[in-house]
């Protein structure tokens, strides 16, 4: 299992840069850079440069928006990525529904997601593909193509991506009864697909923060917490009845102009609305270093390829270098379920 780190998506580029060296020289695998154009420069230019700046980071997109994006456009911007890093891009993408209705787009439908993914990942293993009656084909495309990673919430999305993608982004949750479920439907899916699930990449989301007590590794993390939790339906039955209303609020009084922006409205938000703990719980990866050690194991140990850390926070260095230093980057299932971060990698 590998470890990798997603970007603070408000920093500029020359930060970001600075960053992505320092993730490589500690020893993780991967960096995320976030496709959101109001919230930073283009993801996959940004990637380019980073390409030329490494030499073993997998690069990923955290998450790339369908809408309003041609599918050529968005596999070949991302096989440019590739063909500039020699191999090593990967495309994160989802839904994007709260990115969408930010630039003034709809977010696809379930069938219309699925009929994306599946015309971007035969555009990038060289297929022509009938996109509303217009033949698409990159015919530039010269190596193996990159995986797409499926970001994925509810149970219809994590059954799409057993069907059509090469591996799944499960966000929500990073440990307990519904990652191991999330994983399930994945994997069932696959099956039912006639794929076989163990060629299935899974990847986690982490929202990660190491301290010496909790409340000193919670604090910089409830921005983001927030924005996680607010992705959760009320109905979900992880939740006990007491935490259904505090849910619903947080949807109806949710920020979006505060989206994981630290010491916002979001983060002072869920303090009031009691939901820290059961967050905390649910999406992060948190405590102390022992803590977070195990928690780290316990995901190797069911399969996970690859866990980022996410850390929008005052200072995204610290949580960076702290679970380098004190937590370690490197994991290993003890079955052996876990060797890379992509089906690719591990034929």
């Known amino acids: 299992m590998i470890l990798g780190t997603a970007a603070h998506p408000f920093r500029p580029f020359e930060d970001w840069i600075r960053v992505v060296h320092l993730v490589e020289e500690l020893g993780y695998g991967m960096t ?28 990923a997109t955290t998450v790339a928006v369908p809408a309003p994006a041609n599918p050529a456009v968005m596999a070949a911007s991302i096989a440019t990525v590739n063909q500039i890093s020699d191999g090593r891009a990967v495309l994160g993408m989802g839904r994007g529904t709260a ?37 698409l084909r990159l015919g530039w495309l010269d190596r193996e193509p990159p995986p797409v990673i499926l970001a994925a919430y509810g149970p219809k999305t994590l059954r799409m991506a057993g069907r059509c993608a090469d591996g799944v982004l499960i ?41 010496d007590d909790a409340d000193e590794s919670l604090g910089d993390l409830k921005a983001i917490l927030a924005g996680a939790g607010r992705q959760l339906d009320e109905r979900d039955p992880d939740l006990g009845e007491d935490l259904r209303p505090a849910l619903a609020e947080l949807r109806n009084r949710y920020v ?26 649910r999406f992060a990866i948190t405590g102390t270093p022992k803590e977070c050690r195990d928690q780290l194991q316990e995901l190797a140990d069911l399969g ?30 003890k079955a052996d379920l876990a060797e890379s971060a992509t089906p690719q990698a591990r034929a």
Request: proline share 2%.
């Open 32 to 59: 995320c850079q976030s496709a959101n154009p109001l919230s930073r420069g283009d993801a996959y230019v940004e990637l380019g440069v980073a390409a030329r700046e490494t030499t073993h980071l997998l690069l």
């Open 99 to 135: 990115t969408a209705r930010m630039i003034g787009e709809r977010g696809l439908t379930t069938a219309g997601l699925e009929e994306y993914v599946t015309a971007v990942r035969a555009l990038l293993a060289g297929h022509e593909v009938d996109w509303h009656e217009t033949p």
């Open 256 to 281: 979006e102009a505060d989206h994981v922006v630290p010491g916002g409205a979001n983060d002072a938000l869920i303090d009031e609305l009691g939901l820290v703990d059961y967050l905390a719980g």
């Open 171 to 211: 966000a929500s949750a990073v440990r307990g009864r519904v990652l191991r479920e999330a994983i399930r439907t994945v994997r069932t899916a696959a099956r039912e697909a006639g794929r076989d699930p163990a060629e299935l990449a899974i990847w986690v989301m982490g929202r990660a923060s190491v301290g």
């Open 304 to 333: 996970v390829d690859c866990v980022f850390l996410n850390g929008a926070m005052r200072n995204e260095e610290r949580m960076i270098v702290s679970m380098a230093d004190r937590v370690g980057v490197s994991f290993q299932a």
